[in-house]
């Protein structure tokens, strides 16, 4: 009788933790499933297409900073972070547009928003030892140089930077 009872009371735990458990399954499936399949396919379309709209607004801004047109550059590469915030490449080329264009600041912003999003992004350190530079912050110019000269070779436009960054300093000791 006592082994019948132990039965029935641990098939009993067992049915309530399993009742549980589906339950606790039921709650959270509806969440992470649509109902509507359409609806689904229609917003990865919309994906697609925002995406594909971002890529032609990015090749346009690029082609307007080679023509030095850089309201037009700038307008275009803000249109396809609008339409695709994650586009790494049109954040770069916006603060190389903001930087051509003497905007020295809003470039450094560019770059620094780039470096949280993906610090390995290709030459993004050079470009804000760059921009630092000509903020005439030369300490914190070296410090990125070092960041891009751990990351990538040594090159003909790091060594120059790399000159003008000693410079700087030598500058700055001199006024102080």
């Given at each position: 009788?006592?082994?019948l ?19 606790m399954?039921l709650?959270?499936?509806p ?7 359409d609806r689904?396919l ?20 690029r082609?307007?900073l ?5 309201k ?21 080329y ?26 390995s ?7 804000l ?7 005439r ?9 070092k960041?891009?000269l751990?990351r ?12 003008e ?7 700055q000791?001199?006024?102080?």
């Amino acid at each position: 009788m006592v082994r019948l009872l132990r039965n029935i009371s641990f098939s009993t735990c067992a049915l309530a933790l399993a009742s549980t458990l589906i339950l606790m399954l039921l709650a959270v499936a509806p969440a992470a499933a649509s109902q509507d399949p359409d609806r689904d396919l229609k917003g990865f379309d919309e994906q697609i297409k925002r995406r594909e709209m971002a890529s032609r607004a990015l090749s346009k801004g690029r082609t307007y900073l080679e023509d030095k047109s850089y309201k037009l550059a700038r307008e275009s590469l803000i249109e396809a972070l609008r339409l695709y915030e994650d586009l790494h490449e049109a954040r770069f080329y916006l603060g190389l547009t903001e930087y051509r264009d003497g905007k020295f600041k809003l470039a450094v912003a560019q770059f620094k928003s780039l470096y949280k999003r993906k610090p390995s992004y290709p030459t993004l350190s050079l470009e804000l030892a760059r921009g630092y530079l000509a903020l005439r912050q030369c300490s914190v110019a070296s410090r990125w140089l070092k960041i891009h000269l751990g990351r990538e070779e040594k090159s003909k436009e790091s060594d120059k930077l790399k000159r003008e960054i000693a410079k700087c300093a030598k500058n700055q000791e001199k006024q102080h």
